[in-house]
């Protein structure tokens, strides 16, 4: 599985868009690239997943650059709730995933 | 409402004791898995499932089994509690392609 780095913290005002970064240069061709977030003391959510297309969806959308070496998950519009680590994931979408997250980057949106 | 459901949601347990936590979804996903969530570490896979009679071993299996009888339920069972179990556990469940996985809301174990 490829490894993934991402900064440690970002911080967002409210209501402006958090763009969170994510290196994979050592990806493979079927790997996609996963995102999920986890709220402090909640499980693990799910947001988005692509290969190599933009994608979007009612949560987030998440841009991968042309050589897929990296990513970018954006949240259009933040709010005090996307407060949570988020974690980028680079795994084959068939089979059994086991997850491994890394230390991920804790997003502090703020009023 | 579709999701993943773990109870109970806490739980205190006496050394050498045993329970089930419980497992359920009620999205027809095949693969299901029990995680484990030490604080301020990520994730470690106890065992997994890829569909109801199927089952395997994680990274840390040991003072654990589980059993797929049904699609829907995946209890994972502590044989002998010991304090190095406390711990909170996470379900969580998937289709088999071209999804991302579906956690439950943890079930929060301590071991005394």
């Known amino acids: 599985d490829a490894k993934t780095t991402q900064p440690t913290s970002m911080d967002c005002a409210e209501g402006r868009a958090a763009n969170l970064p994510c290196n994979h240069s050592?990806?493979?061709?079927?790997?996609?690239v996963y995102w999920y977030r986890q709220i402090h003391s909640q499980g693990p959510q799910y947001i988005i997943h692509?290969?190599?297309n933009n994608e979007t969806n009612e949560m987030a959308s998440l841009i991968i650059t042309e050589d897929r070496k990296s990513s970018t998950l954006i949240l259009p519009h933040a709010t005090l709730r996307d407060t949570a680590v988020y974690y980028c994931?680079?795994?084959?979408?068939?089979?059994?995933?086991?997850?491994?997250f890394g230390t991920g980057t804790r997003l502090l949106v703020s009023p | 409402n579709a999701g993943v459901t773990q109870t109970p949601k806490f739980q205190v347990l006496k050394t050498g004791q045993s329970m089930t936590l419980q497992c359920a979804q009620d999205?027809?996903?095949?693969?299901m898995s029990w995680y484990r969530q030490d604080p301020g570490m990520g994730l470690r896979l106890i065992h997994y499932?890829?569909?109801?009679?199927?089952?395997d071993q994680g990274e840390v299996p040991n003072g654990y089994n589980v059993s797929r009888s049904t699609t829907e339920d995946f209890p994972l069972r502590l044989l002998s509690a010991a304090p190095s179990q406390t711990s909170v556990y996470f379900c969580?469940?998937?289709?088999?392609?071209?999804?991302?996985?579906?956690f439950g809301s943890g079930t929060r174990l301590t071991v005394v």
């Open positions: 969580a469940s998937r289709l088999t392609t071209d999804h991302g996985y579906t």
């Open positions: 050592t990806i493979s061709g079927n790997e996609y």
């Open positions: 692509g290969l190599k």
């Open positions: 999205m027809n996903h095949e693969y």
């Open positions: 994931i680079v795994r084959v979408a068939t089979g059994f995933q086991k997850l491994v």
């Open positions: 499932s890829v569909g109801a009679g199927i089952t």
